[in-house]
């Protein structure tokens, strides 16, 4: 079955005829094609490129210093998923913050955060609501939870992103040169495949959701290839047992009811216009924003660090010069080292030569 | 980040489930999910809520794949 596949790559490349570069935007699939040693099934002629497919990467270093701040001098129990505990700010990482003494605690469910909210009625909690829109729907539906429970001391820190604003600002700042996307599952099992129409109408890009194992990533990138061959661009969707064309109804008017789209700092990528979620006005009073008057500081993306080359495709992250030495994910400089499913770091793991 | 795993509803009650997820047991909530599910049915599972329905054959085949990979990745949320 597989090598069916990937005989059928490599015929409908050989009669394109010229090198091929496919973006894939999200981290679990960077992980994934090293694991499956994807890249050696390809033909030589194709190359594939992580774009920005990790919330735990582009969260900027301003907002985890507000959310330090938060935790160390507001006297807040700041709750987070684990995955930002080593993500750095200016100084530190929440991690170092707790181990300071800040009261930082590890959930798996936003729900776990209320659950702490209701049993601390004198402490405010504040979630860190990070993630795309896999993510927001859930931190929306439990800002309803706690107003149906008249849990009043939750709180959210919203830094959630959107994914199609990206790619749009990848795709209009001209500077990124791609044939073609493998699209977020778990995203899109939410949103659906519509949002990412402008992919084909305006840029003539082919796009196809992909499942996470080997045989879907491969059958995507076939779909891909065909698409290229015969001159199409669509959005098609290979993962068709959980995503369909409308999304997820209820999480997208989850999402409305709570959040509003507004501008958003992605680290390495700078400010993207209408690429995140801030709350709406009926539930405002959630806002930690609000309820603590949080301005994330202006931080400078780190001297040297490509990471924004690489989010856009520019550049390999071995080509940077801080990557396996200063850069690690032990010590990350950049956005793309600091989550085990960032490109810089998906490359360190699995790519033994290059340290 | 948006890792989400197949899981078997084992128990259902309003809009909260007991699932099996690669054999813990976790509480989910059903607040998004799309449609009605019963007892045996299984659902992606994301950071404590049920986000999609997903056939019995491919939430086998993706667990399959799932098991070594989050042996390795504590981080995974």
Not at chain 1, 278 to 302: C, H, L, N, Y
Not at chain 2, 36 to 63: P, T
Request: hydrophobic share 40%.
């Amino acid at each position: 079955m597989l090598e069916n596949i990937r005989r059928k790559i490599h015929e409908v490349s050989r009669s394109i005829g010229r090198p091929v570069r496919l973006m894939e935007v999200c981290g679990t699939y960077t992980v994934a094609i090293f694991r499956h040693g994807i890249r050696s099934l390809l033909p030589e002629s194709l190359s594939l490129l992580s774009g920005p497919g990790c919330p735990v990467c582009v969260t900027s270093a301003g907002d985890i210093e507000a959310v330090i701040d938060l935790a160390k001098n507001r006297g807040v129990v700041l709750t987070t998923f684990g995955d930002m505990m080593r993500v750095p700010g200016r100084n530190q990482s929440l991690g170092e913050a707790r181990a300071e003494g800040a009261d930082v605690r590890v959930v798996y469910s936003p729900l776990d955060a209320l659950g702490i909210a209701a049993e601390n009625s004198d402490r405010d909690i504040v979630f860190f609501a990070t993630g795309f829109e896999t993510t927001s729907p859930l931190t929306a539906a439990t800002v309803y939870e706690a107003e149906q429970r008249g849990t009043e001391n939750f709180y959210l820190y919203s830094v959630h992103k959107l994914v199609p604003p990206a790619l749009r600002a990848l795709m209009s700042s001209g500077e990124v040169k791609v044939d073609g996307f493998i699209l977020p599952g778990h995203v899109s099992t939410i949103i659906g495949s519509r949002p990412y129409g402008f992919l084909a109408d305006e840029y003539k890009k082919p796009a196809v959701i992909t499942g996470f194992k080997a045989r879907d990533i491969l059958e995507g990138i076939l779909m891909l290839l065909e698409q290229i061959v015969s001159g199409e661009a669509r959005v098609q969707i290979q993962y068709t047992s959980v995503v369909r064309e409308e999304g997820n109804p209820k999480a997208l008017s989850m999402i409305r009811k709570v959040f509003e789209i507004a501008d958003a700092q992605w680290r390495g990528l700078g400010i993207i216009p209408q690429s995140g979620l801030r709350f709406g006005t009926e539930f405002s009073k959630r806002d930690a924003v609000k309820r603590f008057g949080i301005e994330p500081p202006q931080i400078e993306e780190p001297p040297a660090c490509s990471c924004g080359d690489v989010l856009k495709g520019i550049k390999l992250p071995t080509a940077c010069s801080l990557f396996g030495k200063r850069c690690r994910p032990e010590t990350p400089v950049g956005a793309c080292m600091v989550s085990t499913e960032g490109s810089c770091a998906a490359y360190y793991k699995y790519m033994p030569q290059d340290k | 980040m948006c890792l989400a795993i197949p899981s078997r509803i084992i128990k259902k009650d309003d809009l909260m489930a007991t699932v099996d997820v690669m054999g813990a047991r976790l509480e989910v909530s059903l607040m998004i999910m799309p449609e009605e599910v019963r007892e045996g049915d299984f659902v992606l599972v994301h950071a404590g809520f049920a986000i999609q329905k997903v056939d019995r054959q491919s939430a086998h085949e993706v667990l399959q794949l799932l098991a070594p990979l989050l042996e390795q990745e504590e981080e995974g949320s």
